[in-house]
């Protein structure tokens, strides 16, 4: 059975030994975008146990640039990114546990989605987000991999906790740049060289080569031909709301916005104010008499003027069209009902 993994195995690194860690271990990717879905074949390829993709988008044109799991086909199938990644990832290696979750990563199943989970991984576009997965992996102890490539450059850490700084150490407020790869650009490669960056270290963890992990911040610029190890230990703050603390701001919900930009598709994404179910059937006679409506078992998809709201069964919706969030706010309760 280990013939697929023998070479691998032979290194120094892995041995026989850490391929079984390897398969006995449970891994969330939060986001399968250009990082994720390269982060998700390295893993499964690798033979991972268990890997549990959360992502809430559709496969868009300008994806397929960087986005190496997703082709042609998926433009315009109406199926979410996360079923398409379950599925190919199957048939990448159908010994590996995978679960596509069609979902907002956010404070209401955050805690539920990283149960029985040894790592997570970080393929989001968002800080937001990425304070999210921080205050769970203090507050449950997972360590987790941060990274983020925007234009020519990238970078990545290792969250570790107890023993590393969090991101909260390291950015002390809300540090969002306002930059997206809408506005600067992406180049393929530096996605794929930090999602591969991030899923070595992830494979360091995940066989018990703790010793090996990089408690560095590393920053490549491969235009500009940089290759940078920044210290980043000392940064680790008693008084860190997180980690010092044990305050967790974001899986509270207390800095947790209900509009959200998606970077780099004009769309506005929705929440709904509380948990909610929708039968999507119902939706789709309500929408029928304001513009065409096509659905299938995972969403509705409503074309109204210039528009295209999307809306999903938890009762979240994107709105294309537009960056405004009061537009999309307003289209939101005008057809769903806030
Ligand atoms: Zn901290």
Known sequence: ??????RQIITF??????????????????????????IATILV??????????????????NLQRQILFDEDDLNSNIPKGVIAERKLKKINSDVEIEGIVADFNPSNAESLSEGINLILDGLDNMEGRFLINDLSIKKGIPWIYGTCLSTYGLTFNIIPKKSPCLRCIYDNFANSSMTCETAGIIGPIVVLIASIQSSEALKI?????KDLRYDMLFVDLWRNEFEKIPISHLKKENCPACGMGRFDFLEGNKISSVISICGSNSIQINPPAERFFELEKIVESLKPYGMVVFNE???????QDYEITIF????????GTSDPSIAKSLYSKFIGM
């Open 298 to 304: 995972y969403l509705v998809k409503f074309f109204y």
């Open 13 to 38: 690194a892995i041995g026989e030994e850490g391929q079984k860690k390897l398969k006995e271990s449970s891994v969330l990717l939060v986001g399968c975008g250009g990082l994720g879905s390269t």
């Open 1 to 6: 059975m280990w013939e697929r993994y023998s």
């Open 313 to 320: 069964k938890d009762g979240r919706a994107i709105v294309k």
């Open 206 to 210: 995940l066989t018990g080569n703790e």
């Open 45 to 62: 390829r690798a033979g991972v146990g268990r890997l549990r993709i959360v992502d809430r988008d559709f496969v868009e044109i300008t």
